[in-house]
Protein backbone atom coordinates (compact mmCIF):
# COMPACT_ATOMS: atom_id res chain seq x y z
CA UNK A 1 0.00 0.00 0.00
CA UNK A 2 1.57 3.47 -1.14
CA UNK A 3 -1.10 5.70 0.68
CA UNK A 4 -3.22 5.75 3.66
CA UNK A 5 -4.74 9.20 5.07
CA UNK A 6 -7.71 10.00 6.58
CA UNK A 7 -8.91 13.44 7.54
CA UNK A 8 -12.33 14.63 9.18
CA UNK A 9 -14.78 17.35 7.99
CA UNK A 10 -17.15 19.08 9.69
CA UNK A 11 -20.00 17.90 6.85
CA UNK A 12 -22.72 14.99 7.09
CA UNK A 13 -21.54 12.07 5.10
CA UNK A 14 -24.63 12.73 3.11
CA UNK A 15 -23.50 16.48 1.88
CA UNK A 16 -19.68 14.96 1.73
CA UNK A 17 -21.10 12.72 -0.82
CA UNK A 18 -22.64 14.57 -2.79
CA UNK A 19 -20.25 16.09 -3.53
CA UNK A 20 -18.32 13.58 -5.45
CA UNK A 21 -21.30 12.61 -7.24
CA UNK A 22 -21.83 16.02 -9.05
CA UNK A 23 -20.27 17.24 -12.14
CA UNK A 24 -17.20 19.63 -11.62
CA UNK A 25 -15.70 17.56 -8.34
CA UNK A 26 -12.93 15.60 -10.35
CA UNK A 27 -12.17 19.34 -12.11
CA UNK A 28 -12.38 20.77 -8.16
CA UNK A 29 -10.26 18.00 -6.65
CA UNK A 30 -7.15 17.26 -9.08
CA UNK A 31 -4.67 19.07 -8.07
CA UNK A 32 -3.15 21.57 -10.71
CA UNK A 33 0.46 20.76 -10.33
CA UNK A 34 0.16 17.37 -11.48
CA UNK A 35 0.60 16.85 -15.59
CA UNK A 36 -2.80 15.32 -15.88
CA UNK A 37 -5.84 17.42 -17.06
CA UNK A 38 -9.50 15.47 -16.32
CA UNK A 39 -11.69 15.08 -19.62
CA UNK A 40 -14.83 13.18 -18.67
CA UNK A 41 -15.66 12.44 -15.28
CA UNK A 42 -18.09 9.74 -14.63
CA UNK A 43 -21.73 9.91 -14.23
CA UNK A 44 -21.43 6.66 -11.96
CA UNK A 45 -19.36 6.16 -9.26
CA UNK A 46 -20.42 2.45 -9.16
CA UNK A 47 -19.10 1.32 -12.89
CA UNK A 48 -18.11 4.28 -14.97
CA UNK A 49 -14.99 5.50 -16.17
CA UNK A 50 -13.17 9.07 -15.77
CA UNK A 51 -10.54 10.40 -18.17
CA UNK A 52 -7.64 12.39 -17.62
CA UNK A 53 -5.02 13.66 -20.61
CA UNK A 54 -1.51 13.73 -20.19
CA UNK A 55 1.49 14.92 -21.46
CA UNK A 56 2.29 13.37 -25.12
CA UNK A 57 -0.76 12.49 -25.78
CA UNK A 58 -1.50 9.68 -23.44
CA UNK A 59 -4.92 9.68 -21.02
CA UNK A 60 -5.27 8.05 -17.92
CA UNK A 61 -8.04 5.84 -17.20
CA UNK A 62 -9.86 5.44 -13.88
CA UNK A 63 -12.79 2.89 -14.19
CA UNK A 64 -15.14 2.33 -10.77
CA UNK A 65 -15.07 -0.83 -9.59
CA UNK A 66 -18.54 -2.26 -8.71
CA UNK A 67 -17.38 -4.62 -5.64
CA UNK A 68 -15.93 -1.76 -3.88
CA UNK A 69 -19.13 0.47 -4.65
CA UNK A 70 -21.84 0.92 -1.56
CA UNK A 71 -23.70 4.62 -1.39
CA UNK A 72 -22.70 6.85 0.83
CA UNK A 73 -20.05 4.26 2.11
CA UNK A 74 -17.36 3.89 -0.79
CA UNK A 75 -16.51 3.75 -3.90
CA UNK A 76 -13.23 2.51 -5.67
CA UNK A 77 -11.50 3.16 -9.34
CA UNK A 78 -8.18 1.31 -11.02
CA UNK A 79 -6.62 2.22 -13.82
CA UNK A 80 -7.32 0.53 -16.51
CA UNK A 81 -5.64 1.55 -19.57
CA UNK A 82 -2.15 -0.08 -20.91
CA UNK A 83 1.16 1.08 -20.28
CA UNK A 84 -0.22 3.35 -17.48
CA UNK A 85 -1.94 -0.16 -16.08
CA UNK A 86 1.42 -2.02 -16.16
CA UNK A 87 3.40 1.23 -14.91
CA UNK A 88 1.16 2.33 -11.77
CA UNK A 89 -0.77 -0.51 -10.95
CA UNK A 90 -2.96 2.07 -9.08
CA UNK A 91 -6.32 0.96 -7.19
CA UNK A 92 -7.46 3.93 -5.18
CA UNK A 93 -10.63 2.89 -2.53
CA UNK A 94 -12.27 6.12 -1.09
CA UNK A 95 -14.19 5.09 2.33
CA UNK A 96 -17.13 7.44 4.00
CA UNK A 97 -17.72 7.21 7.96
CA UNK A 98 -20.08 9.24 10.16
CA UNK A 99 -18.05 10.66 13.16
CA UNK A 100 -19.15 10.72 17.04
CA UNK A 101 -20.06 14.91 16.39
CA UNK A 102 -21.80 14.73 12.80
CA UNK A 103 -19.00 15.25 10.44
CA UNK A 104 -17.66 13.04 8.12
CA UNK A 105 -14.20 10.63 8.18
CA UNK A 106 -12.86 10.15 4.97
CA UNK A 107 -10.29 7.88 4.31
CA UNK A 108 -8.00 7.30 0.83
CA UNK A 109 -5.82 4.20 0.48
CA UNK A 110 -3.90 3.95 -2.55
CA UNK A 111 -2.05 0.60 -3.55
CA UNK A 112 0.11 1.54 -6.44
CA UNK A 113 3.81 1.11 -7.53
CA UNK A 114 4.22 4.59 -7.13
CA UNK A 115 6.17 5.74 -3.84
CA UNK A 116 4.07 6.99 -1.28
CA UNK A 117 5.97 10.42 -0.90
CA UNK A 118 5.23 11.12 -4.24
CA UNK A 119 1.65 11.16 -3.50
CA UNK A 120 1.10 13.02 -0.35
CA UNK A 121 1.10 16.59 -1.92
CA UNK A 122 -1.61 15.27 -4.23
CA UNK A 123 -3.90 14.43 -1.24
CA UNK A 124 -2.87 17.36 1.27
CA UNK A 125 -4.38 19.28 -2.23
CA UNK A 126 -7.45 17.48 -1.82
CA UNK A 127 -8.19 17.29 1.65
CA UNK A 128 -7.77 21.28 1.80
CA UNK A 129 -9.80 21.57 -1.13
CA UNK A 130 -12.59 19.59 0.08
CA UNK A 131 -12.72 21.31 2.96
CA UNK A 132 -12.81 25.05 1.36
CA UNK A 133 -15.30 24.02 -1.72
CA UNK A 134 -17.77 22.47 1.32
CA UNK A 135 -17.03 25.74 3.41
CA UNK A 136 -17.70 27.92 0.35
CA UNK A 137 -21.07 25.93 -0.89
CA UNK A 138 -22.62 26.66 2.86
CA UNK A 139 -21.76 30.10 2.32
CA UNK A 140 -23.52 30.31 -0.87
CA UNK A 141 -26.58 28.48 0.18
CA UNK A 142 -26.96 31.60 2.76
CA UNK A 143 -28.08 33.57 -0.69
CA UNK A 144 -31.17 31.07 -0.96
CA UNK A 145 -31.27 27.21 -1.78
CA UNK A 146 -32.51 27.74 -5.48
CA UNK A 147 -30.50 26.12 -7.98
CA UNK A 148 -30.00 28.47 -10.66
CA UNK A 149 -28.82 28.24 -14.47
CA UNK A 150 -25.79 30.23 -15.13
CA UNK A 151 -24.27 30.56 -19.00
CA UNK A 152 -20.77 31.00 -18.96
CA UNK A 153 -18.51 32.12 -21.29
CA UNK A 154 -14.50 31.24 -21.68
CA UNK A 155 -15.26 28.29 -19.86
CA UNK A 156 -12.36 26.94 -21.28
CA UNK A 157 -9.94 28.89 -19.46
CA UNK A 158 -8.33 29.04 -15.95
CA UNK A 159 -10.91 30.58 -14.20
CA UNK A 160 -13.86 29.75 -16.18
CA UNK A 161 -12.83 25.70 -15.52
CA UNK A 162 -12.81 26.59 -11.79
CA UNK A 163 -15.75 28.67 -11.77
CA UNK A 164 -17.57 26.23 -13.65
CA UNK A 165 -16.87 22.95 -11.06
CA UNK A 166 -17.25 25.40 -8.09
CA UNK A 167 -21.09 26.40 -9.22
CA UNK A 168 -22.06 22.25 -10.41
CA UNK A 169 -20.77 20.53 -7.71
CA UNK A 170 -22.68 23.39 -5.38
CA UNK A 171 -26.05 21.63 -7.41
CA UNK A 172 -26.29 24.68 -9.65
CA UNK A 173 -26.50 24.38 -13.58
CA UNK A 174 -24.01 25.56 -15.86
CA UNK A 175 -24.24 25.81 -19.64
CA UNK A 176 -20.84 27.32 -21.75
CA UNK A 177 -21.27 29.48 -24.19
CA UNK A 178 -18.49 28.73 -27.27
CA UNK A 179 -17.23 30.07 -30.06
CA UNK A 180 -16.79 26.75 -32.10
CA UNK A 181 -19.05 23.72 -32.29
CA UNK A 182 -20.77 23.12 -29.30
CA UNK A 183 -20.74 20.02 -27.46
CA UNK A 184 -22.66 18.61 -25.12
CA UNK A 185 -24.25 20.93 -23.03
CA UNK A 186 -23.14 23.61 -24.51
CA UNK A 187 -24.32 26.54 -27.07
CA UNK A 188 -22.43 28.12 -30.04
CA UNK A 189 -21.87 31.85 -29.49
CA UNK A 190 -21.45 34.31 -32.46
CA UNK A 191 -19.94 36.97 -30.88
CA UNK A 192 -20.91 39.13 -33.86
CA UNK A 193 -24.21 38.31 -33.44
CA UNK A 194 -25.62 35.99 -30.76
CA UNK A 195 -28.37 34.29 -31.13
CA UNK A 196 -31.68 35.85 -29.83
CA UNK A 197 -32.41 32.53 -27.76
CA UNK A 198 -28.47 32.81 -26.86
CA UNK A 199 -29.44 33.14 -22.54
CA UNK A 200 -33.57 31.17 -22.79
CA UNK A 201 -33.52 29.66 -19.53
CA UNK A 202 -30.72 31.62 -18.66
CA UNK A 203 -30.92 33.21 -14.98
CA UNK A 204 -27.17 34.81 -14.81
CA UNK A 205 -25.01 35.51 -17.69
CA UNK A 206 -20.88 35.14 -16.48
CA UNK A 207 -19.00 36.80 -19.42
CA UNK A 208 -15.27 35.88 -18.95
CA UNK A 209 -14.11 35.48 -22.78
CA UNK A 210 -11.27 38.03 -24.28
CA UNK A 211 -7.98 37.61 -25.84
CA UNK A 212 -5.45 37.20 -23.21
CA UNK A 213 -3.29 40.32 -22.23
CA UNK A 214 -0.08 38.69 -21.78
CA UNK A 215 1.69 39.11 -24.89
CA UNK A 216 4.09 41.88 -27.11
CA UNK A 217 2.31 45.00 -26.64
CA UNK A 218 2.47 45.80 -30.95
CA UNK A 219 -0.97 47.45 -32.39
CA UNK A 220 -2.11 43.71 -33.72
CA UNK A 221 -2.12 42.75 -30.12
CA UNK A 222 -3.29 45.92 -28.55
CA UNK A 223 -6.74 45.81 -31.18
CA UNK A 224 -7.55 41.62 -30.63
CA UNK A 225 -7.30 42.54 -27.01
CA UNK A 226 -10.03 45.72 -27.06
CA UNK A 227 -12.40 44.16 -29.82
CA UNK A 228 -12.46 41.07 -28.20
CA UNK A 229 -13.96 42.35 -25.17
CA UNK A 230 -15.79 45.77 -26.16
CA UNK A 231 -17.78 45.01 -28.95
CA UNK A 232 -18.68 41.08 -27.76
CA UNK A 233 -19.60 42.74 -23.86
CA UNK A 234 -22.02 45.49 -25.64
CA UNK A 235 -23.90 42.65 -28.01
CA UNK A 236 -24.27 40.11 -24.73
CA UNK A 237 -25.57 43.28 -22.44
CA UNK A 238 -28.26 44.12 -24.96
CA UNK A 239 -28.90 40.51 -24.81
CA UNK A 240 -29.90 40.45 -21.30
CA UNK A 241 -31.18 43.46 -21.18
CA UNK A 242 -34.11 41.88 -23.69
CA UNK A 243 -34.02 38.25 -21.94
CA UNK A 244 -36.67 38.17 -19.15
CA UNK A 245 -35.49 35.35 -17.08
CA UNK A 246 -31.83 36.69 -17.50
CA UNK A 247 -31.67 38.67 -14.46
CA UNK A 248 -28.02 39.62 -13.86
CA UNK A 249 -24.62 40.12 -16.01
CA UNK A 250 -21.64 39.40 -13.66
CA UNK A 251 -18.70 40.81 -16.34
CA UNK A 252 -14.87 40.20 -16.08
CA UNK A 253 -12.77 43.49 -15.68
CA UNK A 254 -9.40 44.30 -14.41
CA UNK A 255 -7.53 46.55 -12.09
CA UNK A 256 -5.83 47.75 -15.30
CA UNK A 257 -8.24 50.54 -15.11
CA UNK A 258 -6.60 52.56 -12.30
CA UNK A 259 -3.38 53.04 -14.23
CA UNK A 260 -0.04 51.49 -14.69
CA UNK A 261 1.96 53.29 -11.33
CA UNK A 262 -0.31 54.36 -8.57
CA UNK A 263 2.69 54.61 -6.47
CA UNK A 264 1.86 53.91 -2.76
CA UNK A 265 -1.99 55.16 -3.15
CA UNK A 266 -4.48 52.70 -1.98
CA UNK A 267 -7.06 52.32 -4.48
CA UNK A 268 -10.56 51.48 -3.87
CA UNK A 269 -13.84 50.91 -6.07
CA UNK A 270 -14.57 54.53 -5.80
CA UNK A 271 -10.77 55.29 -6.75
CA UNK A 272 -10.49 58.10 -10.60
CA UNK A 273 -9.33 56.07 -13.20
CA UNK A 274 -5.94 55.77 -14.62
CA UNK A 275 -3.99 56.23 -17.92
CA UNK A 276 -3.08 54.16 -20.54
CA UNK A 277 -4.07 51.24 -22.65
CA UNK A 278 -4.92 49.31 -19.87
CA UNK A 279 -7.15 51.61 -18.34
CA UNK A 280 -8.79 52.72 -21.89
CA UNK A 281 -9.92 49.19 -22.70
CA UNK A 282 -11.16 48.40 -19.04
CA UNK A 283 -13.10 51.74 -19.25
CA UNK A 284 -14.69 50.87 -22.53
CA UNK A 285 -15.59 47.27 -21.56
CA UNK A 286 -17.04 48.48 -18.29
CA UNK A 287 -19.20 50.54 -19.92
CA UNK A 288 -20.03 48.70 -22.41
CA UNK A 289 -22.24 46.74 -19.90
CA UNK A 290 -24.69 49.92 -19.55
CA UNK A 291 -27.25 48.48 -21.91
CA UNK A 292 -28.30 45.64 -19.16
CA UNK A 293 -28.14 47.90 -16.37
CA UNK A 294 -30.43 50.34 -18.67
CA UNK A 295 -32.91 47.89 -18.50
CA UNK A 296 -33.29 46.78 -15.31
CA UNK A 297 -30.95 44.15 -14.36
CA UNK A 298 -28.25 43.54 -12.04
CA UNK A 299 -24.33 44.18 -13.36
CA UNK A 300 -21.64 43.36 -11.92
CA UNK A 301 -17.99 44.37 -12.93
CA UNK A 302 -15.79 42.45 -11.34
CA UNK A 303 -11.87 44.11 -11.32
CA UNK A 304 -9.46 41.25 -11.25
CA UNK A 305 -6.10 41.30 -9.63
CA UNK A 306 -3.73 38.96 -10.46
CA UNK A 307 -4.52 35.35 -10.42
CA UNK A 308 -2.87 32.92 -8.66
CA UNK A 309 -3.31 29.55 -10.18
CA UNK A 310 -1.17 26.69 -10.53
CA UNK A 311 -2.53 25.45 -14.06
CA UNK A 312 -2.75 29.00 -15.83
CA UNK A 313 -1.42 32.22 -16.15
CA UNK A 314 1.51 33.63 -14.08
CA UNK A 315 2.51 31.51 -11.50
CA UNK A 316 3.48 28.33 -13.34
CA UNK A 317 6.13 30.96 -15.84
CA UNK A 318 7.68 32.11 -11.89
CA UNK A 319 7.50 28.75 -10.38
CA UNK A 320 9.74 27.49 -13.28
CA UNK A 321 12.12 30.07 -13.49
CA UNK A 322 12.53 30.16 -9.87
CA UNK A 323 12.64 25.95 -9.48
CA UNK A 324 15.68 26.50 -11.92
CA UNK A 325 17.61 29.27 -9.67
CA UNK A 326 16.24 32.11 -12.27
CA UNK A 327 13.64 34.07 -9.91
CA UNK A 328 14.49 37.33 -8.39
CA UNK A 329 12.76 40.71 -7.56
CA UNK A 330 12.16 42.80 -10.76
CA UNK A 331 14.57 46.36 -10.36
CA UNK A 332 14.10 47.60 -7.15
CA UNK A 333 11.36 44.60 -5.96
CA UNK A 334 9.29 47.57 -4.77
CA UNK A 335 6.15 47.40 -7.11
CA UNK A 336 2.57 46.81 -5.35
CA UNK A 337 1.19 43.44 -6.58
CA UNK A 338 -2.67 43.43 -5.83
CA UNK A 339 -3.44 39.62 -6.49
CA UNK A 340 -5.86 36.54 -5.86
CA UNK A 341 -5.70 32.83 -5.12
CA UNK A 342 -8.12 31.42 -7.93
CA UNK A 343 -10.26 29.88 -5.11
CA UNK A 344 -11.16 33.39 -3.84
CA UNK A 345 -11.65 34.71 -7.68
CA UNK A 346 -13.58 31.75 -8.25
CA UNK A 347 -15.68 32.36 -4.70
CA UNK A 348 -15.88 36.01 -5.42
CA UNK A 349 -17.66 35.13 -8.96
CA UNK A 350 -20.13 32.31 -7.46
CA UNK A 351 -20.90 35.14 -5.42
CA UNK A 352 -21.95 37.17 -7.38
CA UNK A 353 -23.94 35.21 -9.33
CA UNK A 354 -26.06 34.15 -6.12
CA UNK A 355 -25.96 37.40 -3.91
CA UNK A 356 -29.05 39.73 -5.48
CA UNK A 357 -27.82 42.43 -3.59
CA UNK A 358 -24.29 42.46 -4.97
CA UNK A 359 -24.38 44.74 -7.64
CA UNK A 360 -21.35 47.73 -9.64
CA UNK A 361 -17.73 47.37 -9.12
CA UNK A 362 -15.81 44.57 -7.24
CA UNK A 363 -11.97 44.57 -6.63
CA UNK A 364 -11.18 41.03 -6.55
CA UNK A 365 -8.14 41.22 -4.99
CA UNK A 366 -6.82 39.50 -1.63
CA UNK A 367 -6.39 41.88 1.67
CA UNK A 368 -2.64 41.76 2.00
CA UNK A 369 -1.33 43.05 -1.35
CA UNK A 370 2.32 42.22 -1.64
CA UNK A 371 5.39 44.43 -3.04
CA UNK A 372 7.66 42.59 -5.56
CA UNK A 373 9.98 42.00 -3.53
CA UNK A 374 7.96 39.82 -0.83
CA UNK A 375 5.90 37.87 -3.67
CA UNK A 376 9.65 37.05 -4.47
CA UNK A 377 10.82 35.89 -1.52
CA UNK A 378 7.73 34.28 -0.77
CA UNK A 379 8.06 32.41 -3.84
CA UNK A 380 11.33 31.11 -2.92
CA UNK A 381 10.65 29.77 0.52
CA UNK A 382 7.76 27.85 -0.54
CA UNK A 383 10.03 26.31 -3.34
CA UNK A 384 13.02 26.40 -1.44
CA UNK A 385 14.93 28.02 -4.03
CA UNK A 386 17.40 30.93 -4.43
CA UNK A 387 16.10 34.00 -4.95
CA UNK A 388 19.47 36.09 -5.93
CA UNK A 389 19.65 36.72 -9.18
CA UNK A 390 17.45 40.34 -9.34
CA UNK A 391 15.53 40.89 -13.14
CA UNK A 392 16.89 44.24 -14.76
CA UNK A 393 13.98 46.47 -15.47
CA UNK A 394 14.41 46.56 -19.07
CA UNK A 395 14.16 42.42 -18.83
CA UNK A 396 10.87 42.06 -19.50
CA UNK A 397 10.53 44.47 -22.01
CA UNK A 398 12.56 42.24 -24.24
CA UNK A 399 9.31 40.39 -24.30
CA UNK A 400 6.30 42.25 -23.69
CA UNK A 401 7.97 45.45 -25.62
CA UNK A 402 8.05 48.70 -23.63
CA UNK A 403 4.65 49.72 -22.99
CA UNK A 404 3.22 46.19 -22.18
CA UNK A 405 6.31 45.77 -19.40
CA UNK A 406 5.21 48.89 -18.19
CA UNK A 407 1.50 47.74 -17.50
CA UNK A 408 1.79 43.84 -16.97
CA UNK A 409 4.87 42.80 -15.58
CA UNK A 410 6.01 46.75 -13.99
CA UNK A 411 2.69 47.74 -13.00
CA UNK A 412 2.51 49.04 -9.32
CA UNK A 413 -1.28 49.32 -8.11
CA UNK A 414 -2.41 48.70 -4.54
CA UNK A 415 -5.67 47.73 -4.80
CA UNK A 416 -8.27 47.25 -1.77
CA UNK A 417 -11.34 45.15 -1.99
CA UNK A 418 -13.24 48.05 0.07
CA UNK A 419 -16.77 46.46 -1.42
CA UNK A 420 -16.21 42.59 -0.21
CA UNK A 421 -14.78 43.62 3.13
CA UNK A 422 -17.25 45.73 4.24
CA UNK A 423 -19.86 43.17 2.83
CA UNK A 424 -17.22 40.26 5.54
CA UNK A 425 -16.86 38.48 2.70
CA UNK A 426 -14.32 35.27 3.27
CA UNK A 427 -11.21 35.15 1.78
CA UNK A 428 -9.59 31.28 1.66
CA UNK A 429 -6.27 33.21 1.17
CA UNK A 430 -5.63 36.47 2.81
CA UNK A 431 -1.85 35.43 2.73
CA UNK A 432 0.15 34.99 -0.31
CA UNK A 433 2.54 32.35 1.15
CA UNK A 434 -0.74 29.90 1.64
CA UNK A 435 -1.76 30.34 -2.08
CA UNK A 436 1.46 29.37 -3.37
CA UNK A 437 1.46 26.71 -0.69
CA UNK A 438 -1.96 25.15 -1.82
CA UNK A 439 -1.46 25.82 -5.51
CA UNK A 440 2.09 24.91 -5.40
CA UNK A 441 1.82 21.25 -3.70
CA UNK A 442 3.48 22.06 -0.29
CA UNK A 443 0.69 21.52 1.86
CA UNK A 444 0.98 18.86 4.47
CA UNK A 445 -1.15 15.93 4.50
CA UNK A 446 -3.20 14.72 7.32
CA UNK A 447 -3.39 11.06 8.19
Not at 173 to 195: K, M, N
Not at 243 to 261: E, H, K, P, R
Request: hydrophobic share 40%; charged share 20%.
Amino acid sequence: MSLHARHTLAHDRTTVWDYHTRPGALTRLTPPFLPMTPTRQTQSLRDGTSIFSLPAGLRWEARHLPEHYEEYVSFADQVVNAPLRQIANWTHIHSFADTDDGGTEITDRVDTRAPANLLHPAWAYRQQQLIGDLAAHDRLRAYGEKNVTVALTGSHGTVGRALKALLTTAGHTVIPLVRGEAGEGERHWDTDHPAHNLLDGVDVLVHLAGEPLFGRFNDSHKAEVYSSRVGPTRRLAELVGRVDTCQALVCASAIGIYGADRGDEVLTEDSERGEGFLADVVADWEHATLPAKEAGKRVVNVRTGVAMAGDGGMLPLLSTLFATGLGGRIGDGQMWMSWIAIDDLTDIYATAVLDDTLNGLVNAVAPEPVRNVALTRALGSTLNRPTLLPVPGFGPAILLGREGAEELALANQRVAARVLNERGHHFRYRVIDDAFAHELGREQLQH
